[in-house]
């Protein structure tokens, strides 16, 4: 291992930088969420590496293939790249533990709740977790960011937490433009 000094803003896909219309596995399907491309640019700004950690069951699910993802998500990139946004990392996961299909069906460490993605983005980028950010519109989002003990936690939700939620370290917001912009630690 080496040292893990990176900032990172892990961002949710479906209801973070798209319209959560379920299961969008194309690119005519994607409406970017308002303040979206500001938000990336902001922290890219402050310093940090962008990686969107999305649970896709779309995939397990037979809906769109894991190329349909990566077609989709090379678009989005393209449009990030026009926007003056650098290299966004993605990483997904293509499981269901139970409407999986085949070896999609999989009690795996990757979907969240489960912190899976978060801390293979952090070996691969030298991720710092205690630096880094999670911004999510579910709690499972902002339960994985909690197991790795991230810095901090936005939960972008007209709904409450659920009932007994460990609130530490979340800030509930109701839009990406209510998102501060991070201090320069
Ligand atoms: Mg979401
Ligand atoms: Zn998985």
Same mark, same amino acid.
Request: contains cysteine; charged residues 20%; hydrophobic residues 35%.
């Given at each position: ?14 209801? +973070? ?34 990686? +969107? ?5 779309? +995939? ?126």
């Amino acid at each position: 291992m080496g040292s893990h000094t990176v900032k990172a803003l892990f961002l949710d896909r479906d209801g +973070i930088i798209n319209v959560d219309y379920g299961y969008v596995g194309r690119y005519e399907d994607f409406e970017y969420v308002d303040g979206i491309f500001a938000l990336i640019k902001r922290f890219e700004k402050a310093g940090y590496k962008i990686i +969107i950690v999305t649970n896709q069951s779309g +995939i397990a699910r037979g809906l769109y293939s894991e190329d349909d993802f990566n077609a989709l998500m090379s678009a989005v990139q393209q449009d990030f790249y026009q926007a003056g946004i650098g290299e966004v990392s993605v990483y997904f996961c293509p499981h269901h533990p139970e409407h999986g299909i085949g070896a999609y069906k999989k009690q795996c460490a990757c979907r969240k709740p489960n912190p899976g993605m978060l801390l293979q983005a952090a070996e691969e980028h030298s991720v710092s977790l205690p630096l880094s950010i999670m911004i999510g519109d579910s709690w499972r989002d902002i339960q994985a960011g909690q197991k790795v003990s991230l810095s901090h936690c936005y939960f972008v939700s007209r709904k409450a937490p659920p009932a007994g939620a460990e609130l530490g370290n979340v800030t509930q917001v109701t839009s990406l433009n209510d998102i501060p912009v991070p201090s320069s630690v």
